[in-house]
């Protein structure tokens, strides 16, 4: 007999997914759908108040920082919170130099705390049209009015020697001199109404005592100013009435002079 031979084929078998697979699948449609939902449907990422802390007199300033605030972030908690410490909303306005961020990511709020700029000096032209605001940071803020009588430390001198606007002064000797000495003179009683700069390193402070005073920051303004009181304080009464200046701007020699 002759012996058949029957080749019998395996088929493959076609796996199904698992359970595994099938549940992971469903829960991360499910998560995608679930986040979209509740970012673009139900909103949860929308911040409900942006709060700006500021003096009342700077409601204005505050209201278009708030918008500002709001247009950065696109109005995103979770934008808000991974820049929270991103700061530079603030310098959009001259009035701040710095500020801190606070964020309740729970109730989706945000607290904006910025740092105001205490402008105490005005350096103007010699006709007083135009000046320039320099905050306690010996910053260059902004271009203001000049005031009679504000609370200022009162700089003038001619158009080249005014200060650029957004710059510091953090490396002009004369500005920081004519500081020191407005400092020591009001703690002495004595009462400047103005300086005057003449050059990069001179300067006269004008007093309401009648007389001013030639300084240098080539000198130690402090010893200047030990120099001055000594021969101040060794004036007559008469001599005082009649002084008309002091020079302080060549060490320990001072000169002065009588009108």
């Known amino acids: 007999?002759?012996?058949?031979?029957?080749?019998?084929?395996?088929?493959?078998?076609?796996?199904?997914?698992?359970?595994?697979?099938?549940?992971?699948?469903?829960?991360?449609?499910?998560?995608?759908?679930?986040?979209?939902?509740?970012?673009?449907?139900?909103?949860i990422s929308e911040i409900k108040e942006v709060i700006v802390k500021v003096p009342e007199n700077l409601s204005d300033v505050a209201d278009k920082l708030r918008l500002s605030y709001i247009q950065s972030i696109n109005n995103n908690i979770f934008l808000a919170w991974i820049l929270k410490d991103k700061k530079d909303i603030f310098l959009q306005n001259v009035e701040f130099y710095d500020g801190d961020i606070e964020i309740d990511f729970f109730k989706k709020i945000v607290i904006l705390k910025p740092k105001i700029r205490n402008e105490r000096t005005i350096w103007c032209n010699k006709e007083r049209n135009l000046c320039f605001a320099i905050d306690d940071n010996d910053f260059v803020s902004r271009k203001v009015?000049?005031?009679?009588?504000?609370?200022?430390?009162?700089?003038?001198?001619?158009?080249?020697?005014?200060?650029?606007?957004?710059?510091?002064?953090?490396?002009?000797?004369?500005?920081?001199c004519l500081k020191k000495f407005n400092d020591l003179l009001l703690k002495k009683k004595f009462f400047p109404q103005y300086s005057e700069v003449i050059s990069q390193s001179d300067a006269n402070i004008f007093l309401n005592e009648g007389f001013y005073l030639k300084i240098s920051s080539d000198e130690d303004c402090e010893n200047s100013f030990n120099y001055f009181l000594k021969v101040y304080n060794n004036l007559s009464e008469n001599e005082r009435k009649k002084l008309e200046y002091i020079d302080l701007r060549i060490g320990n020699k001072i000169f002065y002079k009588l009108k």
């Open 1 to 43: 007999m002759r012996k058949k031979v029957v080749v019998i084929k395996k088929t493959k078998r076609i796996k199904l997914p698992s359970l595994r697979f099938i549940f992971i699948t469903v829960l991360l449609i499910g998560l995608f759908f679930g986040v979209y939902y509740g970012i673009f449907i139900l909103k």
């Open 145 to 176: 009015a000049f005031l009679e009588g504000a609370p200022f430390l009162i700089i003038e001198s001619e158009n080249q020697l005014l200060p650029n606007e957004g710059k510091s002064l953090k490396d002009l000797a004369v500005y920081f």
